[in-house]
């Protein structure tokens, strides 16, 4: 069945970029049905998203993220990737990503196991 | 944005028990709201989309119901695995946004 597994750098330095990629396996990130998503979730907190690409490249991202984040696809790879821009304390997370399936009913229906971010010196 | 809020944010239940947990948006979101179940250390995990539909493989002890601004996810009978935390979320429009959860422990 179809899995999706975050990768990337456990610690990042205040002021650096995170980034962090979403493998898709057992099925094509380039079905025209689904959005491809990170989420994130800081420690004892809830559920903050993040943004979201389809497979045209077009993108959606949370206001008070847009200016530092950016989501990219690469198809030929089945992979989508997230970059968050001068990071702080405060980006210090689990980030997951995220499958929505979005033809006439909407919802995500799959998701990563997430991997913690820490950001420090 | 739309804001969801969720009460109670904690609840203390016994096996056995019907627990009712509500959802309301700042806005309509019409029926586009999903039910996630969220164990520590694990990712969240769907169990209802589009108000009151049971995703595949989730017991059908779990529903929800609602519409527009006012929704509600009800357990029939509280099962030992259910002990969890419990998020809303919309679907209607960008950003999407999530309820800040609903803890369940055990009484």
């Known amino acids: 069945q179809v899995q999706l597994q975050e990768s990337g750098p456990g610690l990042v330095k205040p002021g650096q970029t995170l980034s962090l990629t979403c493998t898709v396996s057992?099925?094509?990130?380039?079905?025209?049905?689904?959005?491809w998503t990170w989420i994130r979730q800081p420690a004892g907190k809830g559920l903050e998203w993040i943004g979201r690409?389809?497979?045209?490249?077009?993108?959606n991202y949370d206001y008070s993220l847009k200016s530092r984040a950016s989501i990219s696809i690469d198809t030929s790879k089945n992979q989508f990737s997230l970059n968050l821009s001068s990071v702080t304390a405060a980006d210090t997370a689990v980030y997951y990503c995220a499958r929505e399936y979005w033809e006439q009913l909407v919802y995500f229906d799959l998701w990563g196991r997430g991997t913690l971010v820490t950001v420090s010196s | 944005d739309i804001q969801m809020t969720q009460s109670p944010s904690s609840l203390s239940a016994s096996v056995g028990d019907r627990v009712t947990i509500s959802c309301r948006a700042s806005q309509t979101v019409s029926s586009d709201l999903s039910w996630f179940q969220q164990k520590p250390g694990k990712a969240p995990k769907l169990l209802i989309f589009a108000t009151s539909n049971l995703q595949s493989g989730v017991p059908s002890r779990f529903s929800g119901s609602g519409t527009g601004t006012d929704f509600t996810l009800t357990i029939s009978s509280l099962q030992p695995e259910d002990f969890a935390t419990y998020y809303c979320q919309q679907s209607y429009s960008t950003p999407r946004t999530f309820g800040q959860g609903t803890k369940v422990d055990i009484k």
């Open positions: 057992g099925g094509s990130i380039g079905s025209g049905s689904y959005y």
């Open positions: 690409i389809y497979t045209t490249g077009r993108t």
